[in-house]
């Protein structure tokens, strides 16, 4: 019982309903990893494992990924609850570090709400820029104004419209401990991998949603061949993202 190409069809189509449909296929997922595939774990989206995944009833993941579901009107996209806990826990492990956040590349905002949820973000004392072209890309709306109002409750998150890299020379001199790169194109996230790499403290981590997608293969090249200039290496990860740790 695939529900990926449901959840892709709705999530394009009829993003109005997800609010209301999105419980119901996390409902579904459940049940099925309860009483058909009972011995896996985890199974949705290309995602199959065996091993324990606690994070996937933990309440503080589960409120944050559902409000943001609700809010971005989004259904979590390739690698499901999975994804979405990577860049929580990178997240997590960045708060301990000096710098803020960064998102290149949001779309409806669902990562980057439900790290804000899992963070309670607005009592951390950290900026939280979310940086996106918003309709600029063919296949993409303008949800700009939607994005606003999704955080307008985070003071310490700022949504900004504009080109990357052009728009990061207004970004205030500061180091950044977590960026998540996500634009679906090669030229810009390396652009900005450079441009956040040298403002980055040991133990920062930088996300590469599209590492490992099929078909994206010019950006993962890319990716690597960066890699080697820093002498670094990107993680791969079964979720399709991709991780790398500043030493």
Known sequence: ????????????????????????????????????????????YGLMAEASCAFISDERYTKSRDAAIKECKQLPPTGGDWRLYVGCWAAE??????????????????LSRTIAGYLDFSRVNKKFYLIDSFGVMKGY???????KSVFSNFKNISVIKGSVPQILKTLPETKFAYVCIDMNSPEPEI???????????????????????PGREPQHDAFDAWAKTKNVSVLSLPTTQGLVIKP
């Open 191 to 213: 652009a900005a991998a450079n441009f956040f790499w040298d403002k980055m403290p040991s133990g920062a981590i930088m996300l590469f949603d599209d590492y490992g997608i």
């Open 93 to 110: 492990h960045a708060l301990k570090l000096e710098g803020d956040f960064v998102e290149c590349g949001v779309d409806r905002g669902l």
């Open 141 to 147: 709306t303008d949800t700009h104004e939607e994005v």
């Open 1 to 44: 019982m695939d529900l990926q190409p449901l959840k892709t069809a709705t999530r394009k189509r009829f993003p109005f309903l997800v609010p209301l449909i999105g419980p119901i296929f996390i409902a579904l997922r459940d049940w099925r990893l309860k009483f058909i595939t009972w011995q896996r774990r985890y199974d949705e």
